[in-house]
């Protein structure tokens, strides 16, 4: 497997709190992913960072933002949680794009915002 | 609007037999299309793949058929196993033509169920 370390597992929070999920990698893979699943949407893709403080929007970054200070370390941030950002996350990494482009998943985050 | 359609929300076969996933997208520059596969409280894993240049790719149990006349992909496993049961996204990419690229654009998933 490959070694992505996602903290916390779990999390409850209330509205209106600041929230910051971590992703760390120990593969030295320089594309850094995250993702949403929700129901009836599948995965969709939050940020993404192809470098260390390198970062792009995704699909549904609204009301979230991301560091990459380190290589190894992802950081989402929900800076006001809301409801609807109440989801399981993943983190992917995956090596430079290259034949198959396969992304590696980590175990998610499974927030609740009451 | 979706990119990528999995238009089953869920399938059921027997033990044994074939099991087809499909999936139709909309973007013809999309470059590699992928097969993931989830169980509950996981993340999902990696599968499968093919290239947009490819037709067919088989590895083991398990091939994908890319038509892109039709802009449809399948995936086929033969034959069906109860570990098998999961949930299966279909996603794909576009490359940029420096070589990166955005992150995968996966379809709402089909959950497989394999029954004995």
């Known amino acids: 497997d490959a070694g992505i370390t996602q903290s916390p597992r779990h999390k409850v929070t209330e509205t209106g709190t600041p929230v910051t999920l971590r992703c760390h990698q120990t593969e030295n893979h320089r594309y850094m992913y995250w993702y949403r699943q929700d129901p009836g949407h599948g995965l969709r893709l939050i940020h993404y960072?192809?470098?260390?403080?390198?970062?792009d929007k995704g699909e549904v970054s609204d009301g979230y933002s991301v560091s990459r200070s380190k290589t190894e370390d992802f950081l989402l941030t929900l800076e006001s949680a809301t409801s609807s950002q109440t989801s399981v996350y993943f983190c992917?990494?995956?090596?430079?794009?290259?034949?198959?482009?396969?992304?590696?998943f980590g175990q998610g985050t499974r927030l609740t915002v009451v | 609007d979706q990119q990528v359609k999995q238009n089953s929300p869920s399938l059921s076969v027997q033990e044994g037999r074939i099991s087809i996933l499909n999936c139709d997208y909309t973007n013809s520059m999309f470059d590699y299309f992928l097969w993931y596969k989830k169980y509950p409280a996981e993340g999902p894993t990696f599968l499968i793949s093919i290239s947009s240049i490819k037709d067919k790719n088989e590895d083991g149990r398990f091939t994908v058929f890319l038509n892109k006349s039709a802009k449809h992909l399948s995936l086929h496993i033969v034959p069906s196993q109860p570990g098998d049961s999961a949930v299966y996204f279909c996603?794909?990419?576009?490359?940029?033509?420096?070589?990166?690229?955005?992150?995968?654009?996966f379809g709402k998933g089909t959950h497989l169920i394999i029954q004995p």
């Open positions: 996603a794909a990419i576009a490359l940029y033509s420096g070589g990166g690229a955005d992150g995968l654009t």
């Open positions: 992917a990494i995956s090596e430079t794009p290259g034949q198959a482009f396969e992304a590696f």
């Open positions: 960072s192809y470098g260390v403080k390198d970062t």
